[in-house]
C-alpha cells in the first residue's frame, strides 16, 4: 500500500475520529494552542509594532532584533525551555509567541511605515491629533499589511506546533512524533494532510479578511496591470517646475 | 494679520532653513512665496499653523504668539492645501471635505450638507461626492483639497504649490478659479509655488526667497518688476519669463 | 568550559555539517526563483499560480516533509538530500514573491531607456533588471538564508545531524548546556551567512547608498510579511 | 593514539592500513545508551585497522533498521527481547538463551545478530517509592488494584509496542495512558515520575536514576518483557571475520554494571558518548 | 529625414494614441513636438527608435521603412535622451555614457577616452566620471544623458522632455547648452515638451498635437504665433503665455 492510500484509509478509519487522541481532539487542541500563541503575540507585537512606525523610534534595534528572532532554532528554543520550566504548555507556548512576534511586529510597522507621508502630514495639517492620525489615518491604511504579518504568523505557528509536539503535547504534531519512531507512513501522512489543509483553510479565511480590510479608496487606486510599468512617465507626477526634495 | 518677527528655523540635522525672517502678511489679500527649491518656503508656511516651530523668533497671528496656542485646535482654524491635494485615500470626496468639521464634532448630515455646498463653491460636480480620491483626476484632486481647505471656514487658507502637479491647462484653470474665489471670499491666503509667473497672476503680494529662507524682496508684483532690490531677484525673474526672441 | 575542551572536534564537525547542510538550500531556492520570478511578472495566470504554490508550499510543515521525502524522490532515509530537498523547497517559497517584486520594482524608466539605447531582451535581464533588483534579492536572500539555517537543525529529528543534534541529546540527557550550544552556535551561523551576505552585497552593488539600501529593506521587510 | 570524536569524518582511522573498502557504518538508536555503544564498537573497530564511522541519533528501532536494510548503515547495537518481537511479534521464548537463540533464526536474510553480552538492559516499569506503598504495588499485577487512572511516561513507541501499552493491557488487563516523552527513558522521564505528572515510568534497567531517585521497578510475573542482552545487528556484507572478532571480543567484555556506570558519566557527568566509550574500552584493556 | 505617412497607434487596451499621422522631419533641425499630456507625443517619438510600432501606417528613415530594420541596432544607431534622464543606476557616469559604444562591443578603454571627450561636449567636469547618477544633480544628470544619446555619434537624436524635471534656473541653462551644442554638431533632434514656450526657443520647427495624437498645427514657431490654424493652437498658445497682466 503506498503512503496516500494509506493515509486516506487511516484518515477515514472512524476509529480515529473518536476516543482519546481522535483527530478532532488533536484538531481542537491544536487550533486552541495556536490561537492562545496569536493572542499573546499580538498583544505584544501590535502595540508595538505601531509604536515603531508612528514615530520611526526603536527602528534600529527592533529590526534587527527580530532579524536575530528568525535565526532562533524553534526547537531548541522550545526543549530549553522545557529543560528549564519542566512539562507542561507554558515552555512550547514561550517558544512560539517568540516565533510569531517578528512577522507581527515587522507587519505592524511595515504597515504604518508604508502609509505617505504626504497623507500622514496633511492630516496632522488639518488638525488631526497625534492618535487620530494612528487610529483614524494610519492604521486604516496599514491594516492589509497588520493582518498579512499576522496572516504569516500564524502559518508559522500552525507549522511549528506540530514540531514543538517533541514535548508531551496533544495538537496534530503528535500523529507525526507517534507515527515517526514506528515509520507509521499512514499516520505521519495523515497528521501532515491536516496540518495542511488547517494551514490553507486558515490561509483563505486571512485572504477574505485581507480583501475585507483593504479601504476602498485603496483598492480604487491600485494600478490593476501586474506587468511591468511600461508607462511610468504618465503616472509620475508632473513635475514641470522643480522637484520637490 | 500674520506677524513674522525674527524667525529662524534649524532643523536637527543642523540645515539652516530660515534666517532672521521679519514679514508681514496682510489680511485678506493673496501673498504669494516664490522662490527656488529649497528656499524655505514650505517651512516658513509651516510655521503659521505650527506644524513646524521655530528655533527663535514669534509667529503671531492677529497680534496673538501662536506659540500659546494649542496647535491642534490652531491647525483646524486654519485651511491647508498641498501639492498632491494629500487626501485621505481610504475616504469618500465627500467625508474628505467634511474632515475637518467631522473632527470637529459636527454632525455628519450637517457636514456633509455644508460639504455639498462646497463642492459646488469649487466647481465640482455632486455626482463625484461617494468616489474615493484615486478616482478622481488631478485637477478635481487638488478642488476636494481646496474644498476641505475651506470647510472650517478659516480666516487663513495655507496653499503649498497646489496646482504644481496637474496639467498647464487644468492649472490655468484652477488659477483663473482661485480669484474667482477669492474675489468672492475676501480670505487672508498664502500661496508657494516655484513658478514666478504664477506669483505674479495671482499675488497682491509677492515674497521671493532666496536659499536659506533669506528674504530677497517682498513687495506687489510691479514693485519686483520694476525696481528689483537686487541681481538675485532680476535674475530669478528673468529665468522664469518667456525667453523666446518672438516675443 | 571542560565542555568545549572534551567535545570540540564533535562541534567542530556538526558545526561544519550544518554549514553544509544550509548552503545548498539557499542557493537553490535563489537560483530557482530568478526564473520562477521573472516568470511571475511575465503574465496574470502565472503570478497567482506562482504566488500561491508558494503559500501552499511553505504552509508544509517541516518535519513530514523531512520524512515522506524518500518515498518521493526515492532517496535513503538517511540521506541528507531529503532535508535539502525540502530547504530548497522552502528558500524558494520565500524567495519567489521576494524576486518577484524585486524585479517588478525595477524602474521603468531605466527599463525603457535600457531598450532604448539598445539592449537586447536578454542583455537587459542581466545586465539592468537583475542588478537593479539586487538589493531587494539581497535582502530576501538574507531572510532566506536565516530561516534555512534555523530550519536546518530539524533534520537531527530524522537523523540528519547538524548542530540540531544537540538538542535532542541534551533534551535526553538533561543537558542544558548542550541546547545553549545548539542554539548560540546555530545564530552565530545565522549571524555570519548574514554578514558574508551584506558584505558581499556591497561589494556587488558599489552604487547602493544608504538611502537606497535602506529603501529596499523596507520594500522587503514588507515583502516578507505577506511572504 | 587519539581517535577522532568526529562522528561525520569518514576518514576517522586510528591505524594506517585499513580494510580497503568502504567504512563500517555503525548507527546508534536516539538515545545516549545506545549511542556510547556505537561508539564503543566503531572505536574497537578503529583500533583494529578497520575504518568505522558513527551515525548516531537515527530514531527509533523501525528508523534505524530502515536504515541498515537501505544501506545507510552496517551495524547498530541492540537488545535481543525487542528485537525478536520486532521480527516475530509471537515469539514465546523468554530465558535469555532461548531469545537469543530465537532471534539469531527470526533475522531476516542477509542479516545476523553477533555473540549477545552478559549485559543487559530492558525497558522496566517504575513507581516512586511513596506509589508503591500507598497502592501496595510491586509488581504489573498489582496495578489492577490502583484506583485512579494511571499514566505512563515513556517514548511515543511506547503505544503500539508488545511490551508497552497494549501488552499491560492484553497481558495484565491494565488500562494506562501514555505521556509521550522522547528521551528513552531519560532524566525528563524520570522528572514526570518523581514530579507526580505521572505515576509509571518507562526507565531503561541501566539507568542509575532508580537507584538514585530510589525507585521501585515493578516485576513482571509473565514475563511480557523479554530478555534483553546487548547485541549487535549487523549486515552480512560487512560482517568479516575481522570485524566479528573484534566485536565478539567487545561483547564479551559488557556487563550490565558497565551499562549503568557508562549511563551515569552520560546523564549525571555529562560527558560525551566518544569519550565514554573510548574510557571503558581502555578499561576493559582493548584500547 | 524622418517621414511619417499615415500612422495610426491603437494600444492593446483601445487607447487611440495617433490617429492618421503624416509628418516630414526635416534633417539637421530641431522640430519640437508639444501639446498636453496624453496626446500622444511619447508614443510618436518612440515610433521612429522602434519602441513601439505602429498599428498601421509607415516611418522612414532617410526613405527606408524602418519595420524593416533590426530594431535593437536601429536604437544603437539613434541617441535617445529622455526625461530623469534614464541613466543606469548601478553604472558609473563614464560607463553610462559609454553604454552604446560597449555594447557594441568597442573596448572599454576606447570607449571611455570617447566618453570623456563628450564630457566636455556636454560641459561636465571629468572628475565626475567615476560617480554613479545618485551622486550627481538633476542638471548634471540630464547632461549625462545627453552626452551618452551622442555617444554613438548619431545622426537622429530623440529627446523626451530631457528637461522636463529640472529647476527653472538649471532648465534655462541647459536650453542654452543645447542651442550651442546643435550648432556645432547639426544633428537631427527630436525634442518633446509640454512647454510651448521651451518649444519656441529651441525649435527650429513647431509640431503641436491635439488630444488623440491629431496634428494640429506643423510650422516654424513664427507661424504658429502668427497664423494658428484653430481655436485649439491659440489656446494652447495663451495658455503657456505669460498671463500677469503686468507684461
Ligand atoms: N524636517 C527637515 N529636516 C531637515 N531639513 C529639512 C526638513 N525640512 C526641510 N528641510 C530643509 O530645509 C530647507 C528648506 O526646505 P523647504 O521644504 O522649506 O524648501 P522649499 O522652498 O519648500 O522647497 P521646494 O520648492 O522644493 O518645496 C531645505 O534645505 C530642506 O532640505
Ligand atoms: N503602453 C500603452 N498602453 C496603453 N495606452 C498607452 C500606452 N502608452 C501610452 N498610452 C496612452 O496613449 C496616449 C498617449 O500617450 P503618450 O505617452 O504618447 O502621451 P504624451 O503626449 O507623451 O503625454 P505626456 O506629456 O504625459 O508624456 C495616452 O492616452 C496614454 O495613456
Ligand atoms: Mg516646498
Ligand atoms: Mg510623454
Known sequence: MNPYTGAIAWLLDPAHWTGDGSIPQRLTEHILYCLITLVIAMIIAIPAGLYIGHTGRGRAIVVPFTGALRALPTLGLVILLALWLGLGLIPPLIALVVLAIPPILAGAY??????????????????????????????????????????SATLQVIATWTVAAYLPLGGLGRFLYDGLPVRNYAEMLGGSILVILLALVVDGLFALTQRFVTPKGVIAGRVRDVRTPTRSTQRKERTWFAPEA | MIEFRAVTKRFPDGTLAVTDLDLIIPPHQVTVFVGSSGSGKTTILRMINRMVDPTSGSVLIDDVDIATLEPVALRRSIGYVMQNS?????????DNIATVPLLDGVKRAEAHKRAYELMDVVGLERSLATRYPAQLSGGQQQRVGVARGLAADPNILLMDEPFGAVDPLVRAELQVELQRLQRELGKTVVFVTHDIDEAFLIGDQVVLFKPGGILAQAGPPAELLQHPADDFVTSFIDAGRPRSILR | ????????????????????????????????????????????????????????????????????????????????????????????????????????????????????????????????ELPLAGPVLLAGLRVVSVSTVSLVTIGSVIGVNSLGFYFLDGYQRDFPLEVWVGIVGTLIIALVFDGVLTLGGRLLMPWTTGRAARRAMRKVSMAAVNA | ACSSGNPLDTSSSAAGGSSSGSSVVVGSAAFPENEILAYVYADALNQNGIKATVKPNIGQRDAYIA?????????????????????????????????????????????????????????????????????????????????????????????????????????????????????????????????????????????????????????????????????????????????????????????????????????????????????????????
Open chain 1, 110 to 151: 511595515a504597515g504604518v511605515e508604508s502609509v505617505d507621508p504626504v497623507t500622514r502630514d496633511a492630516a496632522t495639517a488639518t488638525g488631526f491629533t497625534a492618535w487620530g492620525v494612528l487610529t483614524r489615518v494610519e492604521v486604516p491604511l496599514a491594516l492589509p499589511l497588520i493582518v498579512g504579518g499576522i496572516r
Open chain 2, 86 to 94: 494629500g487626501l485621505l485615500p481610504h475616504r469618500t470626496v465627500i
Open chain 3, 1 to 128: 568550559m571542560n565542555w568545549f575542551a572534551e567535545n570540540w572536534q564533535q562541534l567542530l564537525a556538526y558545526t561544519a555539517a550544518h554549514v553544509g547542510l544550509s548552503i545548498p538550500p539557499i542557493v537553490v531556492g535563489f537560483a530557482l526563483s530568478l526564473p520562477l520570478g521573472w516568470l511571475a511578472n511575465r503574465y496574470r495566470a502565472s503570478r497567482g499560480i506562482l504566488l500561491s504554490g508558494a503559500g501552499i508550499l511553505y504552509a508544509i510543515p517541516s518535519l513530514p516533509l523531512f520524512v515522506l521525502l524518500p518515498s518521493i524522490i526515492g532517496t535513503k532515509i538517511l540521506d541528507p538530500m531529503n532535508v535539502e530537498v525540502a530547504l530548497s523547497l522552502y528558500a524558494l517559497a520565500l524567495m519567489l514573491r521576494t524576486t518577484a517584486d524585486g524585479l517588478a520594482a525595477v524602474d521603468g524608466d531605466v527599463k525603457l531607456s535600457a531598450t532604448a539605447v539598445g539592449y537586447g531582451a536578454w542583455r537587459r535581464f542581466f545586465g539592468v
Open chain 4, 67 to 287: 536504515a541498515l536494510k537501505d544501506g545507510s548503515i552496517d551495524l547498530v547495537p541492540e537488545y535481543t527481547g525487542n528485537l525478536l518481537q520486532y521480527f516475530d511479534a509471537k515469539a514465546t521464548a523468554q530465558s535469555s538463551d532461548d531469545v537469543y537463540n530465537a532471534l539469531k533464526t527470526a533475522v531476516p536474510s542477509g542479516y545476523g545478530v553477533l555473540a549477545k553480552a552478559e549485559a543487559q538492559d530492558a525497558d522496566s516499569y517504575n513507581v516512586t517509592k511513596a506509589f508503591s506503598d500507598q497502592y501496595g504495588v510491586k509488581s504489573l499485577d498489582d496495578l489492577k488494584k490502583v484506583t485512579i487512572p494511571l499514566k505512563v511516561a515513556a517514548n511515543p513507541e511506547f503505544q503500539t509496542r508488545p511490551y508497552g501499552i497494549p501488552g499491560l493491557k492484553s497481558e495484565y488487563g491494565v488500562t494506562a495512558t501514555l505521556v509521550p516523552i522522547s528521551d528513552g527513558g531519560g532524566p525528563n522521564t524520570v522528572k514526570a515520575l518523581t514530579g507526580g505528572d505521572v505515576q509509571l515510568a518507562d526507565i531503561y534497567s541501566t539507568t542509575p536514576a532508580i537507584k538514585s531517585e530510589n525507585l521501585v521497578t515493578l516485576s513482571d510475573p509473565k514475563n511480557m518483557i523479554l530478555a534483553q542482552n546487548v547485541v549487535p545487528l549487523i549486515s552480512d556484507k560487512a560482517a568479516t571475520d575481522k570485524v566479528k572478532a573484534v566485536l565478539e571480543k567487545v561483547q564479551a567484555a559488557l556487563t550490565t554494571d558497565d551499562l549503568i556506570q557508562m549511563n551515569t558519566k552520560s546523564s549525571v557527568d555529562k560527558e560525551s558518548a566518544d569519550q565514554i566509550a573510548k574510557e571503558w574500552l581502555k578499561s576493559k584493556s582493548l584500547f
